[in-house]
Nanobody, 124 residues
Framework: QVRLVESGGGLVQAGGSLRLSCAASRRTFSVYAMGWFRQAPGKEREFVAAISWSGGNTNYADSVKGRFTISIDNTKNTVYLRMNSLKPEDTAVYYC?????????????????WGQGTQVTVSS
């Protein structure tokens, strides 16, 4: 079992920045990658970004490419999401997840462990 705890959400004006953190309770060698997803009110949860545990591979949703950066410090079992140039449409609850099955990084069903989520609100 892997417990994930997100932090760093908040209220920011459009054009601003935030950094989200996700701390895993322990390292398990079954974790291939870590991902960030988000869910806005009335919408389905969607993929944002993912990174392999080694940090060598990253994947981003088109909507955040060039603005968001995912990184990992595997000595601390922590993954980060740096979000720049935030837009009101980025407003959502952001979830961290651990992927223990091979396959598409953007596929939600391949992630087995989830955090509780952290709210990000971008005002216009």
């Amino acid at each position: 079992q892997v417990r994930l705890v997100e932090s760093g959400g908040g209220l920011v004006q459009a054009g601003g920045s935030l950094r989200l953190s996700c701390a895993a309770s322990r390292r398990t060698f079954s974790v291939y990658a870590m991902g960030w997803f988000r869910q806005a009110p009335g919408k389905e949860r969607e993929f944002v970004a993912a990174i392999s545990w080694s940090g060598g591979n990253t994947n981003y949703a088109d909507s955040v490419k060039g603005r968001f950066t995912i990184s990992i410090d595997n000595t601390k079992n922590t993954v980060y999401l740096r979000m720049n140039s935030l837009k009101p449409e980025d407003t959502a609850v952001y979830y961290c997840a651990a992927k223990i099955r091979q396959g598409d990084y953007a596929r939600l069903s391949l992630y087995s462990y989830w955090g509780q989520g952290t709210q990000v609100t971008v005002s216009s």
